[in-house]
């Protein structure tokens, strides 16, 4: 299935579930529906694919895991936190509405994920106590990360501190939404165990490609204000090694994670073609 239908198949799921969410559920379906790439739950319904896996038992957790996405973006835009106030080229659920309609939206999008998997009814008791243990650890470990980015803001530091954070606050849900789909397919121990090794490699490619891009894409591009770790202060992957460098870092990374999955034991020409089409991605 290309990607475009995967986003087709997760946005009417998605609005299937924010349809009836009481008072909340016009600031939630605002920042859920109007925008965002779908990354996470293409990379779910891709991994789930390489195994012919029926995508029905896959929609809980890809909407899952883009509810959680959802609803750390909300609380990343408040203003106690990155003081960001524009998301996909409009504004920020805060700004839209205010900001304690925000910190409640994004409360009702983290219960929400974990409430659409609970009750899916395709899936057995075992794998559904698996993927929520997966969603769990992986929430934890981006709030983790986000506690961190805000700590070294106008401090020097190493880029080990910088790729400690970006594996938590950005690479965590995504090898979140890799091992989803590896759970939902019931692959073996040998192929999930490389498809780790995959998700971490792009999903710190992904946040040092976001640093390249914040200084490098254009405000209506980027779907966000430009330069806006710079201006905060925060220490990027730029600011530390240098945007060159930067760029060969993700670059390097992808490679690896393309070289990771010619060892699975199915092709995994989507995947492939995915690392292509982000390496080449503008926003």
């Known amino acids: 299935m290309p990607f475009d239908q995967y ?17 909340l559920t016009e600031a939630m379906r605002y920042s859920v529906l ?3 790439k779908r990354f996470r739950p293409i990379l779910t319904y891709c991994v789930a694919s390489l195994f012919n896996t029926n995508q029905q038992s896959v929609d809980s957790s890809a909407c899952s895991v883009e509810f959680i996405h959802a609803y750390s973006l909300i609380h990343d835009d408040l203003p106690a936190m990155d003081d960001d106030d524009i998301r996909h080229n409009q504004p920020a659920c805060h700004k839209r509405f205010d900001e304690a309609q925000a910190i409640l939206a994004g409360d009702g999008l983290q219960a929400l994920a974990f409430e659409v998997l609970v009750n ?14 997966t969603l769990t650890h992986a929430a934890f470990e981006m709030a983790e990360g986000q506690a961190i980015d805000l700590s070294i803001v106008s401090q020097t530091v190493d880029i080990s501190v910088l790729e400690n954070m970006h594996r938590k606050k950005t690479g965590a849900l995504l090898s979140c939404a890799v091992d989803l789909g590896a759970i939902t397919a019931r692959c073996s121990k040998q192929d999930r165990n490389i498809l780790r090794d995959f998700s971490q490699a792009i999903g710190l490619a ?35 090694i240098g945007l060159s460098e930067s760029k060969q870092a993700y670059r390097a990374l ?29 926003f």
């Open 7 to 23: 986003v087709t198949r997760v946005n009417a799921k998605l609005d299937g579930y924010l349809s009836i969410q009481g008072s």
């Open 34 to 36: 109007v925008g965002g």
């Open 120 to 133: 899916d009814p395709l899936l057995g008791s075992q794998m559904k106590i698996e993927l929520l243990s």
């Open 206 to 240: 992904y946040q040092i490609q976001d640093d390249v891009l914040d200084v490098e894409a254009p405000v209506g591009i980027l779907g966000k204000n430009q330069h806006s770790d710079s201006d905060k202060n925060k220490p990027t992957y730029p600011s530390v």
């Open 254 to 282: 992808y490679e690896k994670a393309s070289n990771d999955l010619n060892l699975l034991s199915v092709d995994a020409k989507s995947l492939q073609l995915l690392i292509e089409k982000l390496q080449t991605r503008s």
